[in-house]
């Protein structure tokens, strides 16, 4: 009585297994769009989402989407405001704060105040004074 009946057809096109867990259990999770096949997929474990679920995650999760926005346009305007040739003054400008610390003299270790310098020198005419005087 194991065998079907010749006349009764087998059908095994569908089944529907309603008690599986998801496939993706991912806590912060990221989607990749298949438009090729109107799939979506997680970023990071690679498996196949509902895009309904997908979406609802997105609306549901925007806060984080907002700070990761926020953070890059921080990093953007410090980026558009690093200027690599005024370290050296930003330096001495964080230091020089409150007159609490003062720049030294190279050459003789004596401190200054800004407000004392009173000329500047060309850098190139310096800069051989210094090798000529090695040189002595």
Not at 44 to 53: I, L
Request: proline fraction near 4%; aromatic fraction near 10%; charged fraction near 30%.
């Amino acid at each position: 009585m194991n065998e079907l009946p010749d006349k009764v057809v087998s059908i095994d096109m569908l089944r529907i297994n309603r008690n599986m867990d998801k496939k993706c259990k991912c806590e912060n999770k990221s989607f990749v769009i298949d438009s090729q096949n109107r799939a979506v997929y997680c970023g990071s474990c690679g498996a196949q989402t509902d895009p309904y679920e997908s979406m609802y995650y997105l609306a549901t999760h925007y806060e984080r989407l907002k700070e990761q926005v926020d953070r890059l346009l921080e990093q953007r305007k410090q980026i558009a405001n690093y200027k690599p040739h005024m370290v050296v003054f930003r330096n001495l400008e964080s230091q020089y704060r409150g007159k609490k610390m003062l720049p030294a003299c190279p050459h003789c270790s004596r401190g200054f105040y800004f407000e004392e310098i009173s000329f500047w020198l060309n850098a190139d005419l310096e800069k051989k004074r210094r090798q000529h005087e090695k040189g002595d």
